[in-house]
């Protein structure tokens, strides 16, 4: 790119390329043509800068991955030696490699005990789809080949993969692609505040843990294979289970003898205050499903972990296992990974997740509790969730034409801060990393710009 053209034209350019040439995911193209897409072109720490020198604040940690902030010279020198030692080489063919090896090591050391064994992919819904091969493959060889039926919940994001695309419980994803497929069905969410009417959370907790034991009945224990869940559901609208909810869970599927399969690929890493969402909830796992935080974004990995149950019949399986990516365990990606998880272990950041920057986070978020457009605040970790209602009282939200949430977010982008809408719940997941004082930004914006969309509103 020539020095000479003046920014504003550069990004015009890329601009351009782009909506010519490139397509988003989760867009509608023709419209983000018109407007140009913002263009990052770095970040550091906390922040992201755009092409026409823009410093925004990143609540969202990228899309709920980027643990240990932007630019961390660690990471970088970790792939680069990778890069310049062995930058590929596959997993076929009886062949490992050091970095491959190593990251397996570790993974068995900060995974939910009895998660053992893991196997690597390049995304999240890769990870779903290989456990839903996995699962199949596990009943067959248990002899109970009539076990396949998939139960997970309406609200869920597990990716976008045929098989991931399947369990995911967010309709809307489904019609273009004639999902889901046969044998994969969708019970009710633990969403108390939309959901929960007169109950209190607990009687709802129960509740909608009980769905999961009506829908094995209905269906015939025989015939369910596992229950698919993520701890937090994330890109549905941050459904945190009340108190009742998981330990219900755990013993809904033993009775039944159903797999637990829990996605981990927000809740991973810290990010509930635990490693791992499971040990955050009391969740039992027979394998879990884990990306993003994995190496906080740097590259392309995701691993399904495998507790002894299931690990131990595939380990010990006679005949050779179908499965495995061009990619799967990448020396590069590997050694990024191991990278960020010492850092994570160095700088004790599960444990500030989990202690004062948490802390810290979750009061200011419950500050926010007072303002007339805010129904109610939740979060855990560094996880926050913020419901803007038209009525505190009955808890009753605006007409969706009048798209609060995402004109909340608008007018987050234009006050320096990233922060997700999903319907009218504004989301935060700030990088692990986050010090009090970028907290405080984070939060004297978010109250800046909710004003604003309450202004709009009349409300204010
Ligand atoms: N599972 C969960 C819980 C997720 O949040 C996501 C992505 N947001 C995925 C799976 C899919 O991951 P990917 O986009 O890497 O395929």
Known sequence: MSQTIAKSNQTKRWQEMDAAHHLHPFTTH???A??????????????????????LIDGMAGLWCVQVGYGREELAEAGYKALKELPYYNAFFQTTNPYTAELSQKLSEVTPKGIDRFFFANSGSEGNDSAVKIIRYFWNLQKKPNKKIFIARKKAYHGVTIAAASLSGLTSMHPQADLP?????????????????????DEFGLKTARALEEKILELGADNVAAFVAEPV?????????????????????????????????ICGFGRTGNWFGSQTYGIEPDMINM????????????????????????????????????????????????????????????????????AYFQKKLAELGDHPLV?????????????????????????????VGYRCR??????????????????????????????????????????????DLGVL
Request: net charge negative; charged share 20%.
């Open 30 to 32: 023709h419209q983000l």
């Open 34 to 55: 018109k407007t140009g897409a913002r263009v990052i072109t770095h970040a550091k720490g906390v922040y992201l800068y755009d092409s026409e020198g823009r410093k």
């Open 181 to 201: 497929m046969p044998g994969f069905v969708h019970i009710d969410c633990p969403y108390w505040y939309g959901e929960g009417g007169d109950m209190s959370p």
């Open 233 to 265: 559901q994330g890109a549905g609208g941050l459904i945190i289970p009340p108190a009742t909810y998981w330990g219900e869970i755990n013993r809904i599927c033993k009775k039944y003898d159903i797999l637990l399969h829990v996605d981990e690929v």
């Open 291 to 358: 990306a993003k935080g994995l190496s906080s974004g740097y590259q392309p990995i995701a691993a399904v972990g495998l507790g002894g149950r299931v690990g131990d019949v595939i380990f010990n399986s006679d005949e050779e296992w179908s499965h495995g990516f061009t990619y799967s365990g990448h020396p590069v990606a590997c050694a990024v990974a191991l990278a960020n998880l010492e850092v994570m272990q160095k700088e004790h950041l599960v444990e500030k997740a989990g202690g004062s920057t948490g």
């Open 375 to 403: 129904g109610e605040t939740r979060g855990v970790g560094l996880l926050g969730a913020i419901e803007l209602v038209k009525n505190k009282a009955t808890r009753e939200k605006y007409p969706s034409e009048l798209d």
């Open 410 to 455: 608008v007018h987050c982008f234009d006050n320096g801060l990233v922060m997700r809408a999903i319907g009218d719940t504004m989301v935060l997941s700030p990088p692990l990393v986050i010090s009090e004082s970028e907290i405080d930004e984070i939060f004297y914006l978010a109250r800046k710009c909710i004003d604003l969309i309450a202004r």
